[in-house]
């Protein structure tokens, strides 16, 4: 991992404040006593998964930038949360009462003002929708709001820091508001507080078009169209760049009537709103509903439980607990940590993950660096090669690779990974070469990588290893130049070790949802060739939930095709036709032409004719 010192994300957090002259009582104000604050800053004392991510959001930072190593309970009470939000989305009422009643609503392990926050927040939705009477809501969420923005709805201003959570009770606020012109106000803040202060596209993307779906009604109904067609066009850029679709379809309708205010011409956006008014219904989210997504944000975060990484590492090196403890604690207490029923403190979970070789700090991310503008470049790398912008993908790497320390190992194959990526997609390396280039890749962090060229035949307990994300992005990598040899036999077998790498975990795989969903679509699109036509409309319509329940919805195109795909060859050609459609005009919008040809070319060969899209 290289000889520099690591750093803790308390040490990068307290170089955001510096930088941006963040008071720390005004940081933490509602959330935590500024001598608390500033003991966490300096590692004197653990922060807990919930109180970090309301303190980087309220810097503007984006805690999905870290993978989270959780105790046993904090990830029970974020696991609680998932089943609430989902149960939200599936408009499950009396689930979500039962879930609010469950003993994870009380856990201390987690920051008391953010949790009784989130669950008097649900308890107003789930009440309101149960009774039907949602009168006096805009009260009570004044209230919940006030447990942690004291001032709240008066004095916002330079002094006022939110975290997405406390946003998203002041959206449910402004639905309930009688006073639209308060409310109207409200809005007009968090549009710019969000534009200024959210920096970070990871988090921007999935407030803004939220704000602006509440806004831009307002706007329209006061005549400023041409106001509300710039937020708009913001918005769903954000959105179909990203990938985050938050109230895609109320946003677009805006859109729509705006630029026809103004003479402008928006045939393709009314197709892009029908189809995804469609696609609301066949995914089974049927009328988009604003407030959906408002309880989906924090729940979806990468995760990790400290007991079952030191136990699998611990493991994999051999050592026996009794090694692995001494100088550190007890083997009585490893083992009480390693079954969960004691959580390490800060000093001995480091003492004993340095002796692991692992890294020291409780949050991480793919690549180790102490610069905050890094990790940010990092999301815009994967955005620019989620979106097939090859050569800007290009010089957004190599300034990366010109300021990253590459005598990390992690550095360097992320460093090389991309570039891997690259070079393929720009057809640099012949197909050949491609499997031994990325062998070579996933050996700079992973020690005796087999030498079989079949997959098939590597030993179970080189599977058994304790991968990392940017390892199981390697190996997906291998999987796809296996399709690309025509090896979809050993792709598939590849790719099915991934996906139960994730499943054998305690941590549920949607905590992995960006590496799952992307194994996944790999897997629907390797059993389609293999004529494996039911395995392939189960991984399809598994990639379908993770879109939906995620809120990332840029490869639904692809699985709303390999939908189609298996459908037509399983011999329904009315519902086949339809999924094509759809998968032609969602790729469209997703701007992945690939996917769009192809939808494009089996709807009109099915169909027997050419067909008119726009």
């Not at 998964?49 to 974020?78: C, H, N, V, W």
């Not at 029923?341 to 409780?362: H, M, Q, V, W």
Request: charged share 30%; with cysteine; aromatic share 10%.
């Amino acid at each position: 991992m290289g000889a520099n010192v690591r750093r803790t994300l308390g040490n990068l957090m307290r170089e955001t404040i510096r930088k941006k002259k963040i008071s720390g009582a005004d940081l933490c104000n509602g959330l935590c006593t500024p001598s608390a604050l500033t003991r966490y800053l300096y590692s004197e004392r653990r922060m807990d998964r919930l109180l970090q991510t309301a303190l980087l959001q309220r810097m503007g930072l984006s805690p999905d930038k870290f993978i989270t190593l959780l105790s046993e309970d904090e990830y029970y009470y974020f696991e609680w949360r998932q089943r609430i939000a989902m149960a939200l989305l599936d408009r499950e009422w009396e689930k979500v009462s039962d879930l609010l009643a469950e003993d994870a609503a009380l856990e201390r392990t987690c920051n008391k003002a953010i949790r009784e926050q989130f669950s008097a927040m649900i308890r107003v939705r789930a009440e309101s929708e149960q009774s039907g009477e949602k009168k006096d809501s805009a009260g009570l969420y004044r209230e919940i709001i006030q447990r942690t923005v004291k001032d709240f709805p008066g004095n916002l201003g330079v002094h006022t820091y939110l975290s997405m959570q406390e946003i998203s009770c002041i959206l449910l606020w402004q639905d309930m508001q009688q006073d639209r012109e308060e409310a109207a106000g409200v809005l007009a803040f968090l549009e710019e507080y969000i534009r200024i202060r959210y920096l970070e596209e990871q988090e921007r993307v999935k407030l803004y078009p939220k704000v602006a779906a509440r806004y831009l009604p307002i706007l329209c109904k006061q005549g400023r169209h041409h106001e509300c067609l710039v937020i708009a066009k913001e918005a769903v850029e954000m959105m179909v760049t990203s990938g985050y679709v938050s109230s895609l379809g109320a946003v677009l309708e805006i859109y729509v009537q705006a630029a026809e205010k103004l003479g402008e011409q928006v045939h393709r956006e009314q197709i892009w709103l029908e189809i995804w008014r469609e696609l609301m219904q066949e995914t089974g989210q049927g009328k988009e509903d604003p407030d959906d997504e408002l309880y989906m944000m924090d729940v979806w975060q990468e995760a990790e439980l400290m007991d079952e990484v030191l136990s699998r590492n611990r493991l994999y090196r051999g050592y026996s607990q009794q090694m692995l403890s001494e100088g550190i604690c007890t083997p009585e207490t490893l083992s009480r940590i390693e079954t969960a029923r004691r959580s390490p403190n800060t000093g001995t979970f480091r003492a004993l993950a340095k002796k692991l070789n692992l890294r020291e700090d409780y949050y991480y991310s793919s690549i180790q660096t102490e610069d905050l503008a890094l990790l940010d470049q990092e999301w815009q790398i994967t955005t620019l090669i989620m979106n097939r912008q090859w050569e800007q993908a290009e010089e957004a790497l190599q300034e990366m690779k010109e300021k990253l320390d590459l005598s990390y190992g992690c550095n360097r194959q992320y460093v090389d990974v991309k570039e891997f990526t690259i070079d393929c997609e720009l057809g640099r390396i012949p197909v050949e070469q491609q499997f031994e280039t990325a062998r070579e890749i996933l050996a700079i962090t992973v020690e005796a990588v087999p030498e079989e060229e079949d997959v098939r035949k590597w030993q179970e307990d080189f599977w058994n290893r304790p991968f990392g994300s940017e390892e199981i992005g390697v190996m997906m990598k291998m999987a796809d130049v296996l399709e690309r040899e025509g090896k979809e036999e050993q792709a598939e077998y590849l790719l099915g070790k991934l996906l139960e790498y994730y499943r054998r975990s305690r941590v549920r795989p949607e905590f992995h949802f960006r590496r799952v969903i992307m194994i996944v679509a790999r897997l629907s699109g390797c059993t389609g060739k293999l004529g494996k036509r039911k395995e392939e409309l189960a991984y399809s319509e598994e990639g379908i939930r993770l879109c939906r329940i995620s809120g990332n919805w840029k490869l639904l195109p692809t699985f709303v095709n390999n939908k189609a795909d298996a459908l037509e060859h399983l011999g329904t050609k009315k519902t086949s036709l339809q999924y094509y459609r759809l998968a032609f005009y969602s790729a469209e919008l997703f701007r992945k032409s690939g996917t769009a040809e192809i939808a494009k070319r089996s709807y009109e060969k099915l169909l027997g004719q050419p067909a008119e899209w726009y």
